[in-house]
């Protein structure tokens, strides 16, 4: 096995979900903090049980996908009855927000996929990434699959984080149709999270595929961003999108549409 050192200010990124980030503001992100598991297919789950942080570039986004479809899943087996009654209140009243108080307690679990930017702030070891490497290689690892594990005796603190990346959010008039502007932005923020599933299940490249993304969409990112502290953290959970706890369920319902159908056109089957 081959370390390789990322000088301090690069920048890397972490995937994650929104129920995540105030644990994380407040205590960073710790050194064995544990790899997501997402089953692709007949793959089996891509987990590790060694010590490491996870980053990467487009597999950012992969982790964030792997813990939202967790998280989704976790959350609706958890809650059958009401949420197939939300499912049910939004295909007779398109449009309308269901009058449900029992949301509430639901929605407060339902975390939406967000990718965190980490400016190293010191020199930092990393490992190779074997899902792509099998011989060890941490520098081929970082620079052609822009994938790493990351050791750092005492984690990542909170102020090397700058900033996070989150989808478009949308209300209920925005769901009304799949033509409205911000519906597709966000299923075109979707299609990042199905770019990090390319690269983990067909082995694409991830320079390919971002360069594909930026020529149509001009960005390699989230469409939306905020500052990483405690008042950016505030005005990202006062959005409507993520107070509300209908709305924030239709946002968790619409992404998950998006990520499920734009995986099947890819045939990646989601397990």
């Not at 941490?138 to 909170?158: D, H, Y």
């Not at 082995?203 to 989230?222: M, S």
């Not at 006062?238 to 706890?245: K, R, S, Y």
């Amino acid at each position: 096995m081959t370390s390789f050192i990322l000088p301090a200010g690069s920048v890397v990124k972490f995937g994650t979900v929104t129920t995540e980030l105030y644990p994380i503001l407040r205590n960073g992100l710790a050194p064995n903090t544990p790899r997501v598991a997402l089953a692709l297919g007949e793959h089996p789950p891509f987990a590790r049980s060694d010590e490491g942080i996870d980053i990467g570039e487009l597999m950012a986004y992969f982790s964030a996908c792997a813990a939202f479809c967790e998280a989704t899943s976790s959350l609706h087996q958890s809650h059958q009855e009401v949420m197939a009654r939300f499912v049910e209140a939004l295909q007779n009243a398109h449009g309308e927000k269901p009058a449900m108080p029992e949301l509430e307690g639901i929605a407060q679990h339902a975390g939406l996929p967000v990718v965190l930017e980490i400016h190293l702030a010191q020199d930092c070891l990393m490992e190779a990434d074997a899902r792509f490497i099998d011989n060890g290689n941490a520098e081929k690892s970082w620079k052609l699959w822009r994938s790493a594990v990351l050791q750092v005796a005492n984690g990542i603190p909170a102020h090397w984080i700058k900033q996070f990346y989150f989808p478009r959010l949308l209300d209920f008039r925005d769901a009304m149709s799949s033509k409205n502007p911000r519906t597709q932005e966000q299923t075109t923020d979707a299609a990042l999270l199905v770019g990090g599933l390319m690269q983990a299940w067909h082995k694409d490249t991830p320079g390919d595929l971002l360069l594909a993304y930026q020529k149509q969409y001009k960005r390699i990112n989230f469409s939306q961003s905020s500052q990483f502290d405690e008042t950016g953290l505030e005005r990202f959970f006062n959005l409507n999108a993520m107070l509300d706890p209908a709305t924030r369920l239709l946002n968790q319902m619409t992404l998950w549409q998006d990520i499920t159908a734009l995986a099947r056109k890819q045939e990646i089957p989601l397990a």
